[in-house]
């Protein structure tokens, strides 16, 4: 029998440089796959991705900083898109994996990413899904306030009406009008965070983060495959999605059709499947790089 002391003997923790444990569970063998949850998220937000994938891949998921039962810092300046991408390179030195397959949703696409743009030489390949929510340089100060507006409510209310609200935004209602259940426990799950967290996390991390725009130049140097994968519905990503494809130039693209935000749980076989067709080609050797004659104008390769 099961007791609740020696589940949690069996709990694995990563120590990060500057002292915060990282809750982490893994399962499978093969190739590392690594999945970094979005902000509505947490080590569980995987689950439909590591029943599949662990067949094949040695599955990792964690929750970040501020994400119980991960440590929860208690002030905002410990909270930053620098220290998340920090914090997966702890947990691959944790794990003494020197190069894994990088998985991440929204937050954690921004983080894999950065991954990609800093830390290359870590990555056997990106899916960078649901990535540029606020990433539009016009919208900045709108997000901003937005982000603000927030964490605020997190402090003022908590974790469970806070979630009553995040979670029914016009880029998750696609979710709920497919599937009322996996929505019901998705809602559920965030309103279980920590309010601290959460609040830290919009103020560190989301609030502060660079405008995808203002990454271009590194996108250029990203060499690893790339997919980039998002919600035909999730409106606020949809041009950062272009962006990132056309200036990462191992990337490609990947539309799903009346979709939202929350795609890798909203169509878990779908996103799969793209995410396995991805993997083929690239454990066989034939992903290649963009080719540059299609980045040529006009139909037959030149323009006036």
Same mark, same amino acid.
């Given at each position: 029998?099961?007791?609740?002391?020696?589940?949690?003997?069996?709990?694995?923790?990563?120590?990060?440089?500057?002292?915060?444990?990282?809750?982490?569970?893994?399962?499978?063998?093969?190739?590392?796959?690594?999945?970094?949850?979005?902000?509505?998220?947490?080590?569980?937000?995987?689950?439909?991705?590591?029943?599949?994938?662990?067949?094949?891949?040695?599955?990792?998921?964690?929750?970040?900083?501020?994400?119980?039962?991960?440590?929860?810092?208690?002030?905002?300046?410990?909270?930053?898109?620098?220290?998340?991408?920090?914090?997966?390179?702890?947990?691959?030195?944790?794990?003494?994996?020197?190069?894994?397959?990088?998985?991440?949703?929204?937050?954690?696409?921004?983080?894999? %990413?950065?991954?990609?743009?800093?830390? !290359?030489?870590?990555?056997?390949? /990106?899916?960078? &899904? *649901?990535?540029?929510?606020?990433? $539009?340089?016009?919208?900045?100060?709108?997000?901003?306030?937005?982000?603000?507006?927030?964490?605020?409510?997190?402090?003022?209310?908590?974790?469970?009406?806070?979630?009553?609200?995040?979670?029914?935004?016009?880029?998750?209602?696609?979710?709920?009008?497919?599937?009322?259940?996996?929505?019901?426990?998705?809602?559920?799950?965030?309103?279980?965070?920590?309010?601290?967290?959460?609040?830290?996390?919009?103020?560190?991390?989301?609030?502060?983060?660079?405008?995808?725009?203002?990454?271009?130049?590194?996108?250029?140097?990203?060499?690893?495959?790339?997919?980039?994968?998002?919600?035909?519905?999730?409106?606020?990503?949809?041009?950062?999605?272009? %962006?990132?494809?056309?200036?990462?130039? !191992?990337?490609?693209?990947?539309? /799903?059709?009346? &979709? *939202?935000?929350?795609?890798?749980? $909203?169509?878990?076989?779908?996103?799969?499947?793209?995410?396995?067709?991805?993997?083929?080609?690239?454990?066989?050797?034939?992903?290649?790089?963009?080719?540059?004659?299609?980045?040529?104008?006009?139909?037959?390769?030149?323009?006036?």
């Amino acid at each position: 029998m099961t007791t609740p002391e020696s589940t949690q003997a069996k709990m694995t923790f990563a120590k990060t440089d500057d002292g915060v444990s990282l809750y982490y569970e893994e399962v499978g063998h093969g190739q590392p796959l690594l999945f970094v949850h979005e902000f509505a998220g947490d080590w569980r937000s995987w689950e439909p991705q590591l029943r599949f994938f662990s067949r094949y891949f040695r599955c990792i998921t964690f929750s970040a900083r501020g994400y119980l039962p991960s440590d929860v810092p208690p002030l905002p300046k410990d909270y930053s898109q620098e220290r998340a991408v920090k914090d997966i390179v702890c947990l691959l030195d944790h794990l003494k994996i020197e190069k894994a397959h990088i998985v991440g949703l929204s937050m954690g696409g921004f983080a894999t %990413l950065h991954m990609g743009i800093y830390h !290359s030489n870590r990555a056997l390949s /990106l899916v960078i &899904a *649901g990535c540029g929510y606020g990433a $539009e340089p016009n919208k900045s100060l709108d997000f901003k306030n937005e982000v603000e507006a927030a964490a605020a409510l997190f402090d003022s209310v908590g974790p469970v009406e806070a979630a009553k609200k995040y979670t029914m935004g016009p880029t998750r209602v696609q979710f709920i009008n497919k599937d009322p259940r996996g929505w019901n426990e998705f809602a559920q799950q965030m309103a279980e965070h920590n309010p601290l967290g959460s609040a830290n996390t919009l103020r560190g991390v989301q609030k502060m983060r660079p405008s995808l725009w203002e990454l271009v130049e590194g996108m250029k140097t990203i060499q690893v495959p790339t997919l980039i994968l998002t919600g035909d519905e999730d409106g606020p990503c949809l041009e950062p999605s272009l %962006l990132m494809k056309k200036s990462i130039p !191992s990337a490609c693209l990947v539309v /799903l059709p009346r &979709a *939202g935000h929350t795609n890798n749980i $909203e169509d878990p076989d779908v996103f799969n499947r793209h995410l396995m067709d991805f993997y083929f080609s690239v454990l066989s050797g034939r992903y290649a790089m963009r080719d540059p004659r299609s980045e040529q104008s006009g139909i037959l390769g030149f323009s006036k």
